[in-house]
Each structure stands twice: as structure tokens, then as C-alpha cells.
């Protein structure tokens, strides 16, 4: 089932991930890894004097931290009241100021003094804005990034729901495919049923609180046609890096799980930029640069 966005819907959501913190903590370990592995370097190399770091959508402060304990010039924002707390009190324990993070949304962006900042970061943002503050959003990073200064953004990859062979298969069919080709109106609602038949699974997975699509809007983007999308809005990609790979569907995985360990340790950086990530990656990261006007 796909959301409409819903704007009340989405902030309880995520205030409510706050009483598990630890879920949120966790979700963003293999896209951490990959910025601070593969991508940060990169951007430090074009540092002279003053680099300055917007991390917007901080989350549970985990980047946030990273980049603090870097000694950089980070702040983090968020909109989320109960999250920013959270930010807070993690990056305050090492002693790092409450005005490092800021309560907002994408408006908050214009704060910043025009193109005074080298490098935003969104991670975790995309997928779950309105139609509205995905434009805006463009606008508002253009405005305070210096030109040829990075955005590094997260999106779902809209082909993995094509690997997993459940419900977000039958998803993928409707949004992606038959509704904007016009399929439905040739075919009729008889379509998706037969497409449901060819899925052994089609209520699959089972709903889980913190799982952000059984409960809210959540965007998913097409990996090939993402730099084009960024070229339109004013940036140029560098590259991609898919992250949350998973190596079997995900209904089956689980069985597997012990005979891939050894096999997953390590596999998200040395191999985030491969072709089978557009099919087995739930995510992926894009570097991009600010084009000079």
C-alpha cells in the first residue's frame, strides 16, 4: 500500500521513533560508514581555511557526532522536537553545545547566509517529503552551498522493490509502471489481480510499527535517472553508493543468515558503487556538486 503524504501522520511517526532510539541509530550504520570512508575524504580535499557542514535531518545524531569528533564546523538540523532532544544529549555527553543543533525544517535552511556552506548533508530526508518541500528543498540548498560545494543525499532505490518479490513488488508495478503509462485505464482492475497470483507473498511482510512504509508516505527514486533529476535542479553528480544491500529477498534471507556472515562483513563499502546495487541495495547515497551559474 502506497501513502499519501500526510503531514500529521509523518511527525507522529518519527516523534514516536524516538522512544526507540535505538532503531534509529542503527539504520543509518552502513550510509555512516560510506560518507566517512568514501565520501568525506573526497570533500576535505578541497578544503582551504573554513569548511562548513550543514547535516540536515540529523536524526539520532550519529553523523552529527562523527563529524564533530572530526573536529569540523558541523551543525545538525531537524524538525522533529523529541529527536532533537536526542541530539542534544548524545552529543552534548561529549561535550559538544546544544546550539549545535537546530530545530526545523526545510525552510530552516534559509538561516544560513547565502552561499556560506561547503558541504549538506540529507540523509534520510528525501523519501519523506511533500511534493512541495521536495522543491523547495533544491532551492533552499542551492541558496546556502557555495558553488561547487557537495550535497550528499540518501534516496530508496525504487528497483529493489522489484528484487523482493512481496507487496512492495505489487507496489512497484502500480506507481512505477501501469499508472503513469496509462496501463490501467487499457487493462482494467483485473491487472492487478493476476499480478497479485504471480506473487507467492503478496501481503508480505507483516506491518511493523517502525517500519516507515507501512505507515507514512515514503518516496522511492530511480537510481539511473537521479543525475539527470539533479542536473534540472542545479547539480552535477559525482556518484552513487548503494548501502542496505541485501544478497537474497528478504522474506528468505533470514535462512541464510549465518552462511552469508562472512560474506556481508565489509561488503557495503568495498563494493557501494556495483551494478547489481540497483537491484539489491534498499538505498543508495548520491555526491553531488553545486553548479556554477
Not at 550543514?54 to 562523527?66: A, H, Q
Not at 546544544?98 to 534559509?110: F, H, I, M
Not at 546556502?144 to 530508496?156: A, E, N, R
Not at 490501467?184 to 517500519?211: C, N, Q, S, V, W
Request: charged share 30%; proline share 4%; aromatic share 14%.
Amino acid at each position: 500500500m502506497t501513502h499519501i503524504f500526510d503531514a500529521k501522520k509523518t511527525r507522529e511517526y518519527f516523534n514516536g521513533l524516538e522512544s526507540d532510539i535505538s532503531f534509529v541509530s542503527k539504520s543509518d550504520l552502513p550510509r555512516k560508514d560510506i560518507f566517512f570512508e568514501l565520501i568525506l575524504p573526497l570533500c576535505l580535499k578541497k578544503k582551504s581555511g573554513d569548511f562548513r557542514i550543514v547535516d540536515f535531518g540529523c536524526g539520532g545524531g550519529r553523523l552529527l557526532k562523527g563529524l564533530l569528533d572530526r573536529k569540523l564546523d558541523a551543525v545538525g538540523i531537524d524538525k522533529h522536537e523529541e529527536l532533537c532532544r536526542s541530539t542534544r544529549a548524545l552529543i552534548g555527553r561529549s561535550g559538544y553545545p546544544a546550539k549545535r543543533v537546530l530545530k526545523g525544517g526545510v525552510e530552516a535552511l534559509r538561516s544560513f547566509s547565502k552561499e556560506s556552506v561547503d558541504l549538506v548533508l540529507v540523509m534520510g530526508v528525501m523519501q519523506y517529503l511533500s511534493k512541495e518541500d521536495y522543491e523547495h528543498i533544491y532551492e533552499n540548498l542551492k541558496y546556502i552551498l557555495k558553488p561547487g560545494g557537495h550535497m550528499v543525499c540518501s534516496f530508496q532505490n525504487a528497483f529493489f522493490d522489484l528484487f523482493t518479490f512481496n507487496k512492495y513488488t505489487l507496489d512497484f508495478y502500480r506507481e512505477k509502471l501501469i499508472l503513469p503509462l496509462g496501463l490501467d485505464k487499457m487493462l482494467g482492475e483485473e491487472i492487478y489481480g493476476h499480478l497479485r497470483k504471480m506473487i507467492t507473498f503478496p501481503d508480505k511482510p507483516a506491518y511493523l510499527h517502525t517500519r516507515a512504509r507501512d505507515n507514512i508516505f515514503v518516496r522511492t527514486t530511480n537510481p539511473i535517472t537521479i543525475a539527470e533529476e539533479l542536473k534540472q535542479r542545479g547539480f552535477t553528480l559525482l556518484n552513487r553508493y548503494f548501502y542496505d544491500f541485501h544478497f537474497l529477498p528478504p522474506f528468505i534471507e533470514p535462512e541464510y543468515k549465518e552462511r552469508l556472515r562472512d560474506f556481508t562483513k565489509d561488503f557495503q563499502t568495498k563494493h557501494s558503487t556495483e551494478w547489481y546495487g540497483y537491484f539489491m541495495a534498499d538505498a543508495f547515497l548520491v555526491d553531488s556538486v553545486k553548479k556554477a551559474e
